[in-house]
């Protein structure tokens, strides 16, 4: 007899894929609240060109997406949730009462490496332009791309590598590119098709790749590669975040944070 109240708490797009969805499919029997930390949307694996001086990634307010999907957006932070009342406290101290609490809320991004430069694509150019200034200078011979043995999203580890590859050679700049990587094949996740096709772009940039591989970097520029201790010795190491699930009060949490 009454509308959904429905509230998501999350400002990338995994929310914004959940507010288009319920205004297309139920837009009459929901009313729809987003509880953003950010005023603004990024579309953040555009993000990995920056360092290449490509153009910034698109930047879009979310005040606008959010009013034409006909809901109401607060700008504001998760703080923790009551769900015996089925009410969520802010960071300010707001509360906002829902029927249906969608979380959106991203994963926590941690080095896995005291001795790499980790990856982040909230401020890759920053991380990544001193390395690429030093391959066009000719001053860096050699860079690994690590993916720790908790698997991340690995999408972006292969672009870099691929894009250093091509400043390297744009360049005229001799440099060896290793992919040391616990999947037992290239961007594996997404199948035999796109892995095989990754493969033949790697080999033909003359990237190496080292799969079903576990490594430790002990110290700059020293890569420890298991099973079989192997040691890699590079100039630089670029290595993927661990990925954490956030912790919030009031929702069941495993190890690792939720899921």
Do not use: C
Request: proline share 7%.
């Amino acid at each position: 007899t009454s509308k959904l109240r429905v509230l998501i708490a999350g400002g990338g797009v995994a929310a914004l894929e959940a507010l288009l969805a319920l205004r297309a499919l139920a837009p009459e029997q929901t009313e729809i609240t987003v509880l953003a930390p950010n005023a603004e949307f990024v579309y953040r694996p555009m993000a990995v060109r920056e360092p290449f001086s490509y153009p910034q990634a698109n930047r879009y307010a979310l005040a606008p997406i959010v009013s034409e999907a006909g809901a109401e957006l607060v700008v504001d932070e998760l703080a923790w949730v009551d769900p015996e009342r089925r009410i969520a406290h802010t960071s300010s101290d707001a509360e906002i009462g829902y029927d249906a609490l969608v979380l959106a809320l991203g994963a926590r991004a941690r080095p896995r490496y005291e001795h790499a430069i980790t990856i982040d694509d909230r401020k890759l150019d920053e991380t990544m332009h001193g390395l690429i200034q030093d391959v066009e200078e000719g001053y860096v011979k050699s860079v690994a791309f690590v993916s720790p043995g908790r698997m991340a999203w690995p999408f972006p580890l292969y672009e870099l590598a691929l894009m250093t590859a091509g400043r390297a050679y744009d360049m005229d700049v001799e440099l060896a590119i290793t992919i040391i990587t616990p999947e037992d094949s290239p961007l594996a996740i997404f199948g035999s098709t796109v892995s095989s096709a990754v493969a033949e772009l790697l080999e033909k940039a003359h990237i190496k790749t080292i799969n079903s591989a576990y490594a430790e970097v002990p110290r700059a520029g020293e890569i420890v590669i298991n099973p079989g201790e192997r040691r890699l010795q590079v100039s630089r190491v670029v290595a993927l975040p661990e990925l954490y699930g956030p912790g919030v009060r009031g929702v069941p949490l495993s190890e690792h944070g939720f899921y």
